[in-house]
């Protein structure tokens, strides 16, 4: 395949960026996408231009290093990360344009990496079950409904990209904010905590600027591992009681 | 740098050291002098670790915000003892290259974690794990390790479950098991495919947990390129800021590497694409020592490379090998045929055929060596990449047959769309193509029992350490000694270390100090003023060609000599002749990979010179030269049964070998057969 590529190239964060054009041939549809970046950042090595940044790690679609937005669409036209799309998604001729993630809260580090540390922070502030290591209860001591031990699986496989904040119109990580609460408060064990968890998640998310949700849906439709939209009704209804119950 | 601790060639050969003509690495190594694990606990195998918790002496709630810890690493391993060490009171820093502490390899892990719990009581106990894991490891580790290992093995499951880990459970809500990698009890515990996944974040919210309780401060983006040593103590780390380009001294009372393995010095892996030796090797070169660096797994069921631009293998997990049917066929000819169309006669289920009661759940490194064998006969299918075909087919029309569509997505849930989603054919119509990858080292550096380097104040948990998995590791238990590593023993034998604190203040400006972050800076600078002519990928590529060539399924005594001399002078052009583009100041991936790139050819070179000494096939180590009449691996307990412990001479010297014996009390030594 050839393809021609447009690609956001900013040299740091206090640079200003811009598109640029590139033109790549004997693209094999066998290529993972990353694959064929890594294939133009020979060329451009070998002509002695600085090769494009991006993040990746696991090529896998579990660490959540990868995220590029792709014709407009968040990890591109499939429901998978950016390093499992491949190009024999892509047809021959195209143009492919390529950016980074856009979100306030995801300020451009380089090229296409974005800085996502405002995810950590957020965790900080609740996303955990306070149990020192050494004093937990015997494992079968609770016993967890299948049910919801099923769901409360299904919303922690979570990878964390901020695919959901970039295809979001508000900036909005309520997607990323529900799945968590909702993986702990489905459990026994994430009850004590329940309240404060919400409340302070919520606080520190719009602290770093990320913005209010208004139910459009954008978020779930890129979300690589399909969490789904009702958490962030469950996040909103968590955040009624927690209210209600004083905090 | 102090004289490596050496003996002289006739005390060496007095000793059997040189012992004649099996001495295959003579010439590549210096003999050592024996080493010996100086704490290595005695009495009865199941009272020596609780005597070495009460022996290791405390430290005082209100001392230990003043003693400070660095932990280079937030996997399994690392972000399990950060947290841990945050919640006792410590001052810790915890670096990882990723953009943040949840990415780390360990997420990638998919099968499961082991534990001795026995809720299916089903015969398992602690010994029975233990048991297990020193027969899976081939009788070459240490046996006090892996007794420790399966003791606190059930604390895991515990500590993970209160965590909100959402292992799988049964319906009356209890967790469920299975069995993994061909042992006989159910003892594995998993969360679907994503074991690795759940259980990494549970550790790492409860490392976030430690970072707002002011405990834990995180370093993300941060590579360790050096290990500060002063006064022969580990005292700190030189890291850069891979956003800033900054290189920046971190000074700390104890040093942790939890830094993963380093599979990637073969390329092609199933590691993630940053998994690196530098933290170790920096370390190896400050005085650790390396242990059976040559130890390498290498798993069956992995996705065929496509072509030459494949930048990483991905594991298909092991547990379809319980209902797909390996084969390729009879005949070359049908190689390229569509495999619908080739009749049940012209297969050969080479597995089935080949071993018959195991057939196709033969470990790992028997169904990885059988399948490069019937490659390399020229029966291989799939695409030709440099002219072989190397893949075989993982067949499950019968099982399809047996179970239907249906039963089978359920029990294997999303690998067949993974399948899919990678090669473009459909698992469900035409057979999956397998072929073996690199995917876990049990070599790594040396510790004691204290999970002390032979550095005093350096500790390695985790894949980084060599300590628990002999030459071969079962399915299912990196997780475990990564979690157990982290959670349950570092924390009470690191105690030991700092109740000598407080130790002497050092300060930016030592000596010793400044030379460390001088080579650092020193090594980046010639990196990008080589300005050659080729990248640091195609070196990276060629390294793994040659590793994987000599040193990957079966080494021989001339492959490896050759391969050596192959990295040797492939290293001497890197220098000469890498282009690295960019400046220091930004974020520089190829900047970054030249540093990695840089060790792992150092690393190779003691990988063969390691592989070449241990004239036996051990676990995953396979010798052509010590093998049975019909091809099976033979292991040479009276020569083999040690360690191998290497310790860096410098730059121009070849390494000694120290060996430290293997003594079972509590098992004895059985090989092991499949037929
Ligand atoms: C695909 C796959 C599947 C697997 N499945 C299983 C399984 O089912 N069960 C099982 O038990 N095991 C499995 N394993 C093995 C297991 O996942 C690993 O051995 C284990 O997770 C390693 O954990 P770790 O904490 O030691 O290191 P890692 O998780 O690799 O973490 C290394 C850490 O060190 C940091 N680091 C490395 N170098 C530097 C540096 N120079 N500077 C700063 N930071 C650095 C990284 O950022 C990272 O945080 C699997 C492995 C693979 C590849
Ligand atoms: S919710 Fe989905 S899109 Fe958002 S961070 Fe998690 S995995 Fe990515
Ligand atoms: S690189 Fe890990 S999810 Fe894409």
């Known amino acids: 395949m050839n393809l021609t590529l447009k690609i956001w190239r900013q040299p740091d964060a206090s640079s200003a960026g811009a598109m640029h054009t590139y033109q790549l041939s004997d693209v094999s549809p066998d290529m993972s996408f990353l694959e064929m970046l890594d294939v133009l950042n020979e060329q451009l090595n070998e002509k002695g231009e600085d090769p494009v940044a991006f993040d990746h790690d696991c090529r896998e679609g579990i660490c959540g290093s990868c995220g590029l937005m792709i014709n407009g669409d968040a990890h591109g036209p499939e429901v998978t990360t950016t390093c499992q799309l491949h190009m024999r998604s892509f047809s021959d001729g195209e143009t492919i344009t390529i950016e980074p993630w856009r979100s306030d809260a995801f300020p451009v580090i380089k090229d296409l990496v974005v800085d996502r540390s405002a995810f950590d922070r957020i965790v900080q502030q609740g996303g955990y079950i306070s149990v020192n290591t050494g004093s937990a209860p ?23 990209c901020g695919a959901c904040v970039a295809a979001c119109p508000n900036g909005s990580a309520s997607l990323f904010m529900g799945a968590k609460i909702t993986h702990l408060g489905e459990l026994p064990q994430g009850q004590p905590e329940r309240d404060s968890r919400v409340v302070n998640m919520v606080a520190q998310h719009d602290h770093e600027g990320f913005g209010g949700c208004t139910n459009i849906g954008a978020c779930t439709a890129a979300c690589p591992k399909e969490i789904p939209l009702d958490v962030i009704s469950q996040l ?12 | 740098m102090d004289m490596p601790d050496t003996v002289s060639a006739a005390e060496a050969s007095a000793s059997g050291f040189l012992d004649g003509d099996y001495d295959d690495a003579a010439g590549y190594y210096t003999p050592g002098t024996p080493l010996v694990d100086t704490k290595a606990p005695e009495g009865p195998i199941a009272e020596r670790w609780q005597n070495r918790k009460f022996e290791a002496r405390l430290v005082n709630p209100s001392n230990r915000r003043k003693l400070s810890i660095i932990i280079v690493g937030t996997g399994l391993a690392g972000a399990s003892a950060a947290a841990t060490l945050g919640e006792a009171g410590y001052n810790v820093k915890s670096f990882c290259y990723q953009d943040s502490p949840r990415r780390a390899h360990s997420i990638a892990a998919q099968g499961g974690i082991n534990a001795a719990k026995n809720y299916k009581e089903d015969g398992d106990s602690v010994h029975r794990l233990f048991y297990d894991t020193v027969k899976g490891g081939d009788y070459r580790s240490r046996e006090s390790n892996v007794y420790r290992l399966a003791e606190v093995s059930t604390n895991i499951i515990d500590q993970c479950v209160a965590q909100g880990v959402p292992f799988a459970r049964e319906y009356g809500g209890l967790l469920d098991n299975r069995s993994f990698g061909g042992v006989q009890v159910s003892r594995t515990f998993y969360a679907r495919g994503q074991t690795g996944q759940q259980l990494l974040i549970g550790a790492y919210q409860a490392l976030e947990r430690q970072v707002s309780a002011g405990t834990v401060t995180t370093y993300t983006r941060h590579e360790m390129m050096e290990l500060i040593t002063v006064d022969g103590k580990a005292r700190g780390i030189i890291a850069r800021d891979m956003v800033t380009g900054a290189v920046e001294t971190h000074l700390a009372d104890v040093v942790v590497l939890a830094s993963g393995g380093y599979g990637n010095v073969f390329y092609l892996s199933t590691n993630a694409m940053g998994c690196n030796v530098t933290a170790a090797w920096r370390a190896h070169r400050k005085g650790a020592y390396m242990a059976n660096p040559c130890y390498t797994q290498i798993h069956p069921t992995c996705i065929p490379v496509s072509g030459s631009h494949q930048s990483k ?45 195991f057939g196709n759940l033969v470990p790992r490194d028997i169904a990885s060596r059988a399948a490069k064998n019937v490659c390399d006969e020229g029966r291989g299918v799939g695409p030709e990449v440099d002219g072989v075909r190397r893949g075989v087919y993982l067949d499950f029309s019968a099982a399809i047959e047996r179970l239907g569509k249906k039963g089978i997505t359920e029990k294997y849930d999303n690998l067949f769309d993974m399948y899919e989603r990678i090669t473009g054919e459909n698992p469900f119509e035409v057979p999956m193509r397998i072929y073996p990858a690199v995917h876990y080292v049990m070599g790594g550096l040396w510790v004691d029992y204290d999970l002390q380097s032979t550095i005093p104040g350096l500790f390695v948990t985790g894949e980084a350490n060599f300590s628990d998995h002999g030459a071969n590791r079962l399915g299912a238990s990196a997780l475990m000694q990564g979690l157990a590593d982290g959670y349950f023993v570092l924390p009470h034998t690191i105690r030991d270390y700092l109740a000598d604190g407080p130790f002497e203040e050092i300060t930016e400006d030592h000596p010793a100090v400044v030379e460390a972050r001088e080579s650092v800076k020193g090594r980046i600078d010639h990196f990008l003023s080589v300005n050659g002519t080729r990248s640091v990928d195609s070196y990276h590529r060629e390294l793994g060609n040659i590793m994987w060539e000599y040193c990957g399924m079966e080494r021989t005594e001339t492959g490896l000599k050759k391969a050596i001399d192959l990295i040797r002078s492939l290293k001497d052009d890197f220098y000469r002749n890498v282009k690295v583009l960019g400046s220091a100041e930004t974020l520089n991936q190829s900047l970054e990979k030249a540093g990695r790139v840089a060790d792992f050819f150092e690393l190779g070179e003691l990988m063969c010179i390691d592989a070449l000494n241990r004239r036996e096939s051990c676990g995953g180590h396979f010798r052509g030269e010590s093998q049975t009449e019909d091809g099976e691996a033979l292991r040479h307990d009276d020569e083999y049964a040690y360690v191998a412990a290497w310790e860096w001479a410098g730059e121009d010297s070849i390494p000694v070998l120290h060996k430290e014996d293997l003594v079972y009390t509590a098992i004895e030594m059985k090989q092991r057969s499949y037929k």
């Open chain 1, 236 to 247: 909103n209804k968590d955040l009624r009681t927690a209210i209600r119950h004083g905090h």
């Open chain 2, 313 to 357: 293998l991905t594991l298909m997990s092991e547990s379809l090998r319980n209902d797909g049917r390996i084969w390729v066929p009879k005949n070359q000819a049908d190689c390229d045929k569509d495999p619908r169309e080739i009749p049940e006669e012209d297969r050969d289920y080479y597995l089935e055929r080949i071993y018959p009661s």
């Open chain 1, 138 to 160: 015997e494992a079968h001591s609770v016993p967890v409904p299948r049910e919801d031990a099923l769901r409360a699986f299904n919303v922690a496989t979570c990878i964390g």
